[in-house]
């Protein structure tokens, strides 16, 4: 599967994104869904994820509250609405799919076997 993230920006502490992620092929339905973020000089993070259905997530404790992954399994595409966020939450942003069977949370990069190219997000104080 091949997947494009877009809708980041600059936005003030405090305020909102939402990003999405494009995936192709007819059978992203068969994916859990993650975002991972990367900010400069740090090592790439967990997110969020979401099941093939939607019906569960799972979030970094971080952005738990704050964070809100969905997924359109009609429109091939998965969410991350962001609301209250801080400069701490400045990164560039990955989505990723996992052809894993079952359900089972996870931080794991190498759980997550295709990767989008990033948006960056920048949130300013």
């Known amino acids: 599967v091949q997947l494009q993230a877009f809708g980041g920006g600059l936005v003030q502490a405090g305020g909102s994104l939402r990003l999405s992620c494009a995936a192709s092929?007819?059978?992203?339905?068969?994916?859990?869904m993650g975002w991972f973020r990367q900010a400069p000089g740090k090592k790439r993070e967990f997110v969020a994820q979401?099941?093939?259905?939607?019906?569960?997530?799972y979030y970094a404790d971080s952005v738990k509250g704050r964070f809100t992954i969905s997924r359109d399994n009609a429109k091939n595409t998965v969410y991350l609405q962001m609301n209250r966020l801080k400069p701490d939450d400045t990164a560039v942003y990955y989505c990723?799919?996992?052809?894993?069977?079952?359900?089972?949370?996870?931080?794991?990069?190498?759980?997550?076997?295709?990767w989008g190219q990033g948006t960056q997000v920048t949130v300013s104080s």
């Open positions: 092929g007819r059978t992203f339905s068969s994916y859990t």
């Open positions: 979401v099941s093939r259905s939607g019906g569960s997530t």
């Open positions: 990723a799919a996992s052809s894993r069977s079952g359900w089972y949370p996870t931080n794991r990069e190498t759980d997550f076997a295709s």
